[in-house]
């Protein structure tokens, strides 16, 4: 049976397409996005994390962790990441939730009947359920089963992707979607691979491809100040969409800097330069400029 | 919409009034007692005598520049009391001068009234002695330990709204009514006849003493206008003179003429007796509109005098604190408002949409006034237009809590439901927090709320309170011997039982007290069918009769339940006796099982059916043992889930309970998951809610936070419409939004001079958040904020 790992699933999600939405977050992503706000989306396996302000200093984990990585250091308890095998015997006793794992396994069969608990509010605002990561395409085969299970009960469908994929494998994924929301982060290719690790070339293609095949698609720029949102940024942005003669949407998100905790939790760093969300008069000002090439732009989803 | 200077003045004079606890009321009412020796007369003629004297003789005052004239006390903001009722001691006196939160002035000279003439002669005569006196031992020790309370030992019962007879009929057409009732009466069958004399002949007493009053301001209004230098302002106080002089005694004719009618009798309801909730104009706007209509047509009315009007009237609300209340009442309802409640929108009585140009203008006007008080509810049918409802989403996403919202297509099967015809339950809807109940055609008293959770702890000690140790319940049995889980739950269903038995024989006393003692026959007059039947609304003249008892901490309660199911009888995790002994030390030392207890159970309000189901056992159990049975009134009880602040009140009275719940914490309130329990978004909470009946209740009250952000554009507002819209689909009775942050609560926590304007949803109002006690601001924020995602 197809199983995949999901990191959340989230309902009343109203920033991922159209209506009131539940939102399935699949994990692993093959970019690196430095001011990725879900750091637990990245990696394709589960993961550790662990919430400080919930722990009691109880003490049970320690014992708990067939692996000796739990030490106790200044009434704190401290996991060795390198000894630690994810195995979850330290969350199974952890009753304040301080210790969690991310990445559940799931079967599509799961994941839908957890979507359809909300069929009444997707009926009543015309809503429903959208795919996202991590990138979503990373599962390929778990992606098409939910997106055909979803199909199947008649649900509106949404794939939030980074566009970093094969078009062989959208192909595949095209016949059960209603809507594509694409991101596109940096027009510079030598400043995308400097802040996404990867190349925008394929993100590019595949952005044409889709077009090309008359498939709805709303564009997602992310507004990370002093990175991707020059005048001159804009202007390349809103030449290259406008070009390419088919894209419904422009949505304007901008980046906050709330994430830098959930790096911690996972015991990382968050190191992307930026830091302060853009203000709304920056945002409105790129809403206008790319307005210019006419092309619908909104601020949030 | 601005406002304009005299509202701007009329607004903040009413602001700075100081609430102050006023004599003369009880002063009046008691030299009319002293002197006429009730016993001459009948109960209801002496009811009616007495009003008639209070409103001859109040203070009355125009105040400059306003348009809609009166006052209930001698002033604004001063609130009278009703010493028949409940007579205040001179501690109370001080408590309520001195105390931090919602306090009332109280002067010297008014303590020594008191003292001199108030006290003395009330004394053992109050309805609230008697009552207590009259109350059996086991009602006493349920209602000090906190197992229910009783909401008509300080004020009457009331609890009602008007329907629109009194824009078809003045005074003098009620008087005629009621001259055919007398002349119908047939004494020579009628074993009743003469008391329906007595209480026909009581009734018109009240309409002339109406008319009486207006005509007072009539003159009043003259002689200012004879000296008022400002032709402008004499113009207005010869219309205020004209308009009185016009109304009540006749029907209105324009949109002035109703506004000031209507209010002539809110002050003449609440002279009379001090009912709970004051008393409410029902749909207001589907009354004005006729006028309205009417008088932009003749050109004799413009949209913006209009809406003038309508703030003018806000004001008159704003102007009326709460009767300060006494005891364990003033803890469960500290608050200055006085539950006045406007439904807004709706469906007419043809089951068309009600909606019209005055419902809008009155969600204007709600934005532009910002008050506490009145308590504006908007009504959401099926056939309610899209536009109407984004408009009162806009509105609410102001962050007052208001105004909130009702499923009038639900409302109207409640009441259907309990017997009513299709016509009278349209044209009913709801009032205090979240009552249901027909316009001008029932007496829906509140009897006082229950607690649910209070009853499981009793059932976990056999029947004995473990805060006091007294036995109050029957041995059920030693839960530590229950092998099964439905055993438990059968000795909480007898103790449930037991209890509400007895609160029932309680109300039985207090109505047939009230009946007899303390009619109310100008409320009466207001009331179908009271006049044609020549009875007094609290002896069921009223055409439909409930008496509701209103179930608290159903999220609690649900948690509770639900934690010992899955973790003593399913799991096994830990031994009843454990779990008993962990409860009475307050979970000391036991923190780990505490948060097994809060984060492996599964919770109420996540849609999981595991707890949901235990929900619904509970609301189920808690209706049979209420729903149907009989009053004294010749009708039923029903149940409400709405706590007021109840929730707050009895969580103090209860130990730790199985939920994780530490002691005195306050309990879940209305239909709402337990603070903070909630972890799936606003949806799975509507999810769970709803798989309640609440076709069966008179009215649920469901409470939820959103981030503001989640409504800051178009396009969320739209979603924040259909999440409300789905809501009702899925037969929601009611919801009511804060939308505040935390950040902005625990700011105004801090710094309370610098947010003094904040105004959170409590209950089924909304209320300034730093006049909350602490432990409400505390709960409040506890409560989940739903995020943006």
């Given at each position: ?122 009926d009543q605002s015309n809503g429903g359920v959208t795919y996202s990561g991590g990138e979503p395409l990373h599962q390929l085969e778990f992606l098409k089963e939910c997106l055909r299970k979803s199909k199947e009960k008649d649900l509106h469908t949404a794939l939030d992707t980074s566009g970093y994929a094969l078009w062989e494998d959208f192909l595949e994924l095209l016949p059960y979607i209603d809507l594509v929301l694409y991101d596109v982060k940096i027009m510079d290719n030598q400043l995308h691979q400097k802040y996404t690790g990867v190349d925008i070339h394929l993100v590019k293609e595949n952005l044409t491809c889709l077009v090309d095949s008359g498939k709805k698609v709303f564009v997602r720029y992310p507004v990370l100040p002093g990175v991707n949102d020059s005048r001159e940024q804009i202007q390349n942005l809103g030449a290259y969409l406008s070009g390419l003669k088919g894209i419904s949407r422009v949505d304007l998100l901008p980046y906050h800097a709330m994430s830098a905790e959930k790096y911690s939790r996972l015991g990382r760093q968050f190191n992307f330069g930026s830091n302060h969300a853009p203000r709304i008069d920056e945002l409105q000002k790129i809403e206008k400029q790319l307005g210019r090439f006419g092309l619908e732009v909104s601020i949030g989803g | 919409m601005e406002k304009s200077t005299r509202i701007s003045e009329l607004q903040s004079r009413s602001r700075a009034a100081q609430p102050t606890l006023d004599p003369e009321r009880a002063q009046l009412l008691t030299r009319f007692y002293m002197e006429n020796a009730p016993r001459e ?749």
């Amino acid at each position: 049976m197809i199983t995949g790992y999901i990191f959340d699933i989230k309902r009343f999600s109203i920033h991922d397409g159209p209506g009131i939405r539940t939102t399935v977050f699949l994990k692993g992503c093959p970019l690196s996005c430095q001011w990725c706000h879900n750091p637990e989306s990245q990696k394709s396996t589960p993961e550790l994390i662990f919430h400080p302000h919930r722990c009691i200093q109880c003490g049970t984990c320690l014992p708990a962790c067939p692996n000796n990585a739990i030490s106790k250091k200044n009434n704190s308890y401290l996991t060795n990441r390198d000894l630690c095998r994810i195995c979850g015997a330290c969350v199974d006793v952890c009753y304040p939730d301080a210790r969690e794992i991310v990445g559940r396994k799931l079967t599509p069969a799961e994941v839908v009947e957890e979507v359809l608990k909300d069929q009444v509010f997707y009926d009543q605002s015309n809503g429903g359920v959208t795919y996202s990561g991590g990138e979503p395409l990373h599962q390929l085969e778990f992606l098409k089963e939910c997106l055909r299970k979803s199909k199947e009960k008649d649900l509106h469908t949404a794939l939030d992707t980074s566009g970093y994929a094969l078009w062989e494998d959208f192909l595949e994924l095209l016949p059960y979607i209603d809507l594509v929301l694409y991101d596109v982060k940096i027009m510079d290719n030598q400043l995308h691979q400097k802040y996404t690790g990867v190349d925008i070339h394929l993100v590019k293609e595949n952005l044409t491809c889709l077009v090309d095949s008359g498939k709805k698609v709303f564009v997602r720029y992310p507004v990370l100040p002093g990175v991707n949102d020059s005048r001159e940024q804009i202007q390349n942005l809103g030449a290259y969409l406008s070009g390419l003669k088919g894209i419904s949407r422009v949505d304007l998100l901008p980046y906050h800097a709330m994430s830098a905790e959930k790096y911690s939790r996972l015991g990382r760093q968050f190191n992307f330069g930026s830091n302060h969300a853009p203000r709304i008069d920056e945002l409105q000002k790129i809403e206008k400029q790319l307005g210019r090439f006419g092309l619908e732009v909104s601020i949030g989803g | 919409m601005e406002k304009s200077t005299r509202i701007s003045e009329l607004q903040s004079r009413s602001r700075a009034a100081q609430p102050t606890l006023d004599p003369e009321r009880a002063q009046l009412l008691t030299r009319f007692y002293m002197e006429n020796a009730p016993r001459e007369y009948s109960s209801p003629k002496i009811r009616a005598l007495t009003f008639s004297y209070l409103l001859e003789n109040k203070t009355i005052s125009i105040a400059e520049n306003e348009l809609i004239v009166g006052e209930k006390g001698s002033r604004p903001k001063a609130a009278p009391t009703y010493p028949e009722l409940c007579c205040h001691t001179l501690t109370d006196l001080q408590i309520l001068d001195q105390r931090e939160k919602i306090p009332f002035r109280v002067d010297e000279q008014t303590t020594q009234i008191y003292q001199d003439e108030i006290i003395p002669f009330w004394k053992d005569k109050s309805l609230r002695e008697i009552i207590f006196r009259e109350m059996s031992k086991e009602w006493i020790a349920a209602y000090q330990a906190g197992v229910f309370t009783e909401f008509m030992e300080q004020r009457s019962p009331g609890h009602t709204v008007l329907d629109d007879k009194i824009y078809h009929k003045g005074m003098l057409d009620f008087r005629n009514d009621i001259q055919r009732s007398l002349e119908d009466l047939d004494f020579n069958n009628d074993q009743d006849a003469p008391a329906k004399k007595e209480q026909l002949e009581a009734m018109e007493i009240t309409a002339q003493a109406l008319i009486n009053f207006s005509k007072r301001y009539v003159e009043m209004a003259r002689k200012l206008a004879q000296k008022e230098k400002d032709p402008d302002r004499k113009k207005e106080l010869e219309q205020i003179a004209r308009i009185c002089d016009r109304v009540p005694e006749n029907k209105p004719r324009t949109f002035h003429e109703a506004l000031q009618y209507y209010w002539f009798v809110h002050l003449g309801v609440t002279v009379e007796l001090n009912p709970w909730d004051a008393f409410c104009p029902g749909h207001l706007d589907q009354h004005l509109q006729p006028f309205y209509e009417l008088e932009l047509e003749q050109g004799t009315l413009t949209e913006a005098q209009a809406e003038e009007l309508l703030q003018c009237l806000w004001i008159k609300f704003e102007n009326q604190p709460a009767p300060p209340k006494v005891g364990v009442t003033a803890h469960e309802s500290s608050t200055y408002t006085d539950f006045v409640q406007l439904n807004i929108g709706g469906v007419k009585h043809d089951g068309t949409d009600g909606v019209n140009p005055i419902s809008y203008m009155m969600l204007d006007v709600i934005e532009t006034m910002r008050q506490v008080q009145p308590n504006p509810s908007v009504h959401i049918s099926e056939v309610t237009p899209d536009e109407f409802l984004v408009r009162a989403a806009q509105v609410i996403r102001e962050g007052m809590g208001k105004p909130d919202l009702f499923n009038s297509d639900m409302v109207v099967e409640e009441m259907v439901g309990m017997g009513k015809t299709l016509e009278d339950a349209r044209q009913g809807g709801t009032s205090g927090c979240v009552e249901t109940g027909a316009f001008g055609k029932e007496a829906y008293i509140l009897t006082g709320y229950f607690n649910l959770p209070k009853v499981l702890e009793i059932t976990l000690s056999n029947g004995i309170d473990p805060r006091t140790g007294k036995q109050l319940g029957p041995k059920t049995g030693n839960p530590r011997e229950f092998k099964t889980f439905m055993e438990l739950f059968d000795a909480y269903c007898q103790q449930l039982a037991f209890f509400i038995n007895i609160k029932i024989e309680g109300n039985h006393t207090i109505e047939r007290i009230y009946a007899e003692q303390m009619p109310a026959p100008f409320l009466s007059l207001l009331t179908d069918d009271c006049v044609s039947r020549g009875k007094d609304y609290h002896g069921g003249g009223a055409r439909y009769d409930t008496s509701y008892i209103q179930g608290v901490g159903l999220g609690t309660m649900t948690d509770a339940l639900t934690a010992l199911k899955v973790q003593v009888y399913e799991e096994k995790n830990l031994s009843m006796a454990e779990l008993l002994d962990t409860l009475e030390n307050n979970f000391q030392q036991k923190e780990e099982l505490r948060q097994m207890l809060l984060n492996r159970t599964p919770r109420y309000g996540n849609d999981d059916d595991r707890a949901d189901d235990v929900m619904v056992l509970v609301f189920n159990a808690y209706l049979d043992a209420v729903d149907g049975r009989p009053n004294t009134r010749g009708g039923t009880y029903r149940v409400n889930m709405l706590p007021t602040t109840c929730h707050v009140y009895f969580g103090s009275m209860v130990n730790a309970t199985p939920d994780g719940r530490l002691s005195g914490k306050p309990l879940s309130e209305g239909i709402s998951p337990v603070q903070g329990a909630d972890r799936k978004g606003p949806t799975a909470v509507l999810k769970s809610v709803s798989k309640m009946d609440q076709r069966r209740t008179g009215g649920t009250l469901l409470n939820q936070k959103l981030n503001p952000r989640v409504v800051e554009t178009p396009q969320g507002l739209k979603k924040f419409t259909q999440l409300i819209r789905a809501y009702f689909k899925l037969g929601g009775h009611h919801i009511q939004f804060n939308i505040v942050d935390r950040e902005t609560l625990l700011a105004a926590q801090a710094d309370p001079d610098s947010y003094r304007n904040l105004i959170v949803r409590v209950a089924g109002y909304s209320d300034y958040f730093c006049d909350l006690t602490e432990a409400l601001q505390e709960e409040i924020i506890t409560r989940t904020e739903h995020q943006v995602f």
